[in-house]
């Protein structure tokens, strides 16, 4: 490196060289005074070794600026104090701001030649010299125009500032209502078949907060620009009126101000780029907005130098800025405003550092937004103190949890620093790494994903592909392609950045292990619940020995061991697991910390999967008493504990309850989130559900009717949630009497559950399941029976042999079968069914009982009523021991034993069993149930065949009128009892 000192040399010399040896260009100064001030500057950068292009970014002016400055140009005093600050070491900076600021005031007011100094110089009689007092007529006269001169031009600025606020206020406006536009259209687009068009609609949208973000930023800039240019001008009026008081006797021209906008020429053609450098197509809208930005940006400037100019050569300051508001209402917007305080840059700083400290997150970004205001308006936007503020409200406002401010603050000092530090710079990629995170906090996932991977290509590069900052923005990407959906790849990126992070910073350093927890946590998500299980158990062993057991992180994983134990099929575990975690977390954290209350409602939720429904009923109310209390009753997490207080409230057996508890989530979820948001159709399903629970099938199935609409209006047709809708929909169609619309929903089911889901998803075959039956029910076993037996093989084949829809699907293609007029083909289905459960899953498991339960009612269907009465004589005690006096294989047992019982020869033992039977129905699964209907159907038979046919037709009528108001007249049933009432009419000779 070539340094020197100051040149001895005059105006104008060429010694020495910038950093480096190469050589300086000439110097030609606007006068003596500005030379040497450039030959002191040129001397500070050459003993910095700094180039010209760094000094540029670290001053905050263009290279080009930085040349003319240092070529003779009078400089303004932040350049020259930015200059000295950038290249003097701080022991130096003090003396060397001192000597350039006197050289500074030398070359904005240089001395005049002898005989026209200011002061009238008196003859050795005591009178003025004439020539003197003319010279000194002249330099007034010459005062008074340029100040003259220096009005118009700030009258111009301020001017200028009025129009661009006008224009600037239509635009923000105007942009407002076109994120709002966007925005729709983006999530719109989403729900479609073409992912391009959502992405291009997502960065259109990102494009135009970018531009809200800097149309606000520049509107700042004109008003403090206007307010300068008027304070200025007013200063300088008052000296005008002295310097035309001098003058009285002198006769000066006027000289008219302008009036025009300046239009500084357009910024090079070609589409815009963001954040990862690509062209963003088909958003002329958007093109036009940026060249209105760039050319009032342009006008910004230009009239700031001017400003700036004219402070420096008349010596004369603004009027001091007024107070800087900190607004009541803790806003955390860029257009934030209010009544002021007058705290200074320090005193604002003070404050925003005192609300950190208390936790106090909205006023914290309050403080610090109205700092970075402030700073922007006094230093620049791109100063690095204002940089710093800006960096600081970003953040802040991200803590209060508004994600879509957030990432428009970070976008807008991005796209500042992209400009004075450079796209390469160290924290021009760390805010590019905060942008991409509040993009996806915002809801863009998808864009969130690719921001991160176009960072790490740029990290990559700059800062190589092991440092720690590539390295954090792989986990992030990693996070972000996961969170967008595709969670194979999530996985399978954790994977091998654990490797690398164990390489590289060694596998008990913190960054490694979160690796690893992530890895877990995605293993999970990609449908490897043994595996996240086993990844978590490892982990546990290393963070103990790590950190401790009582860490945070251990704790945390603790608990993801115990979810995705109990997801593995191993509830009991999970549920002790929780039981263990529970009591660390409370003596560690505390009984009301978080982590602890998240932990209580999975101990809840896998004690009831294990089977014990009634203390998951009771482990939730007291959380969410608890929760209630520690986050209040409109929390989120609240809210949700009591959807699963609910849901545990029906499964214990208290369907009434459980009715009446999602009747007031509703109430409580309308009010808190709205009437369409998705949590709100959840209870709405829920309730939906129970409500069909209680045997009220057809208000079942218009609740049902109602929320498919509303769910394909809010969430899409083809989202998971309405397809569900639809499926519980046309089940309760079917339960209200109608297996012929039944059966035509599950038709069109079927297919959009292929098309979106895949045809052997499980959803996909669930639904195959009610297609089949309702397929036998509307009169066409045979066919029932071939989708069945298709059904059995592809849930064998996806789902596994003992899966449940399997085991589901072979005894129903065994019923069918024998249906479809086959019944010993039937009762051979089922007498192997019974084998292979007692040997798979236990002589107790009710898929065992059910198969046992049909094997009783197809032997007596093959001719053995004797024996299938005796079968189901047996099964019964075992089915009162196991299952409940409400399920459905109870209920039907009990049929087929009095059915059987009068079909073997004694028909008034049967009468007598259907007529405890049929109350029992009654009460248990409701009056109008067709269980309840087809028992009376038999009571009435079996008392007509034990020989009292008046009885039968009597208990025929009444059900007849029961027909008539609970099935369509071509309904089955109603027709087996039509033709039944007028056989006992006869009978009875009536």
């Not at 480096?20 to 910095?48: M, Y």
């Not at 070359?107 to 010279?135: F, I």
């Not at 592809?794 to 019923?815: K, M, P, Q, W």
């Not at 039968?952 to 099935?967: C, G, K, S």
Request: aromatic share 4%.
């Amino acid at each position: 490196m070539t340094g020197r000192g100051v040149a001895g040399g005059t105006a104008g010399g060429n010694s020495g060289g910038s950093a480096g040896g190469r050589p300086w260009g000439p110097i030609r100064p606007e006068n003596t005074q500005a030379g040497r001030l450039a030959e002191f500057l040129r001397a500070r950068v050459d003993e910095s070794g700094k180039t010209l292009a760094v000094l540029a970014r670290e001053v905050h002016v263009s290279k080009s600026q930085v040349s003319a400055y240092l070529a003779g140009k009078v400089p303004p005093q932040t350049f020259v104090t930015a200059l000295i600050g950038a290249t003097v070491p701080p022991r130096l900076r003090e003396r060397r701001q001192e000597e350039a600021a006197r050289m500074l005031r030398d070359a904005v007011h240089p001395p005049r030649a002898a005989g026209t100094a200011p002061g009238p110089p008196r003859t050795a009689h005591g009178t003025v010299d004439v020539a003197a007092a003319h010279a000194r007529q002249i330099d007034t006269y010459d005062r008074l125009t340029r100040s003259l001169e220096q009005q118009s031009e700030l009258r111009q600025a301020a001017d200028n500032s009025a129009k661009l606020i006008m224009v600037l206020l239509g635009m923000i406006y105007q942009l407002r209502e076109r994120v709002t536009a966007l925005t729709t259209e983006r999530d719109r687009l989403r729900e479609g078949p073409d992912g391009t068009e959502a992405i291009a609609a997502g960065e259109r949208l990102n494009r135009a907060l970018e531009q809200q973000a800097k149309a606000r930023e520049e509107l700042e800039r004109a008003e403090e620009k206007k307010r300068r240019a008027e304070a200025l001008s007013s200063r300088l009026q008052e000296r005008i009126d002295e310097l035309a008081d001098e003058l009285d006797r002198l006769r000066g021209p006027g000289m008219p101000a302008g009036d025009t906008l300046p239009a500084p020429a357009s910024p090079a053609g070609g589409p815009r780029a963001d954040a990862r450098g690509q062209g963003v197509p088909r958003d002329p809208d958007g093109d036009e907005i940026d060249a209105v930005l760039a050319r009032v940006s342009a006008v910004n400037d230009t009239d700031d130098d001017t400003i700036t100019r004219i402070s420096t050569e008349t010596g004369l300051d603004p009027a001091p800025a007024p107070p800087v508001t900190v607004p009541d209402d803790a806003a955390t917007g860029e257009d934030a405003g209010g009544a002021g305080d007058g705290r200074s840059l320090e005193q604002l700083r003070a404050a925003a550092e005192e609300a950190e400290e208390r936790g106090d997150a909205a006023e914290t970004a309050a403080v610090y937004g109205a700092l970075a205001r402030a700073s922007t308006r006094l230093l620049g936007p791109a100063y690095p103190d204002t940089l710093a503020s800006r960096y600081d409200h970003a953040y802040w406002t991200g803590e209060t949890g508004d994600a879509p401010a957030t990432r428009g603050l970070y976008a807008g000092i991005l796209r500042d620093e992209t400009v004075s530090l450079g796209p390469d710079h160290p924290e021009t990629l760390d805010t590019r790494y905060a942008y991409a995170e509040w993009t996806g906090r915002a809801g863009d996932r998808d864009a969130a994903r690719d921001l991160s991977a176009a960072l790490i290509t740029d990290r990559t590069r700059v800062q190589g592909s092991d440092h720690p900052e590539t390295l954090k923005t792989r986990h992030a990407h990693a996070d972000w392609t996961g969170r967008a959906g595709d969670r194979d790849s999530a996985r399978d990126l954790c994977a091998a950045l654990a490797a690398d992070r164990t390489r590289l910073q060694g596998p008990d350093a913190r960054e490694t292990l979160d690796t690893r927890h992530d890895h877990a946590h995605w293993t999970g998500k990609a449908g490897d619940a043994d595996g996240a299980r086993d990844l978590y158990t490892a982990l546990i062993d290393d963070l103990e020995r790590v950190f401790g057991p009582d860490d945070p992180d251990t704790l945390d994983t603790r608990h993801n061991q115990a979810h995705w134990t109990g997801k593995a099929g191993n509830a009991d575990t999970a549920r002790d697991l929780y039981t263990a975690l529970i009591d660390d977390l409370e003596r560690v954290l505390g009984p009301d910390h978080p982590a602890t209350l998240k932990s209580r409602r999975g101990h809840a939720a896998w004690t009831g999967d294990a089977g014990d429904a009634e203390t998951a009923r009771d482990l939730y109310a007291d959380l969410v008493t608890d929760r209630e209390r520690v986050l209040g009753p409109d929390h989120p997490a609240t809210l949700k504990t009591r959807h699963e207080h609910a849901h545990w409230t029906g499964e214990a057996g208290d369907a009434d309850t459980a009715r009446d508890l999602y009747t007031d989530l509703i109430t409580d979820r309308e009010r808190v989130h709205g009437p369409h948001h998705p949590a709100t159709l959840d209870a709405r399903h829920d309730h939906a559900y129970w409500v069909g629970e209680l045997g009220r099938a057809k208000d079942a199935r218009d609740l049902f009717a109602e929320l498919v609409d509303d769910r394909a209006r809010v969430q899409g047709a083809d989202h998971p949630a309405t397809l569900n809708a639809r499926h519980n929909h046309a089940h309760h169609t079917a339960s209200a009497g109608d297996p012929g619309t039944a059966r035509e929903l599950y038709v069109r089911l079927v297919r959009d559950r292929a098309r979106v889901l895949g045809a052997d998803a499980p959803d996909t075959l669930f639904s195959r399941t009610g297609l089949a039956h309702q397929t036998g029910e509307t009169g066409d076993p045979a066919a029932a029976r071939d989708l069945y037996a298709r059904l059995a093989e592809d849930c064998s084949r996806v789902l596994g042999d003992d899966h449940e829809e399997t085991l589901v699907a072979r005894r129903e293609l065994a019923r069918w079968t024998g249906e479809a007029g086959d019944p010993v083909s039937a009762r051979e289905l089922f007498s192997g069914l019974v084998t292979d459960h007692e040997q798979r899953l236990g002589a107790d498991d009710p898929e065992t009982l059910s198969a046992r339960s049909g094997l009783a009612r197809w032997t007596g269907r093959s001719g053995d009523p004797a024996r299938a009465r005796d079968l189901c004589d047996l099964l019964l005690p075992d089915l009162d021991r196991v299952l409940e006096p409400d399920d459905p294989v109870v209920l039907d047992t009990r049929h087929d034993q009095a059915h059987f019982t009068g079909e073997a020869g004694a028909p008034e033992a049967a009468r007598a069993l259907f007529e405890v039977l049929v109350p029992d129905l009654a009460g248990l699964v409701g009056a109008d149930h067709r269980a309840t209907l087809w028992s009376r159907h038999k009571l009435a038979r079996w008392t007509g065949r034990a020989g009292r046919p008046a009885s039968a037709h009597a208990l025929y009528t009444e059900l007849l009128a029961d027909h008539a108001r609970l099935l369509r007249p071509d309904h089955p049933d109603a027709l087996t009892g039509l033709r039944e009432h007028a056989y006992w009419a006869g009978k009875a000779g009536l």
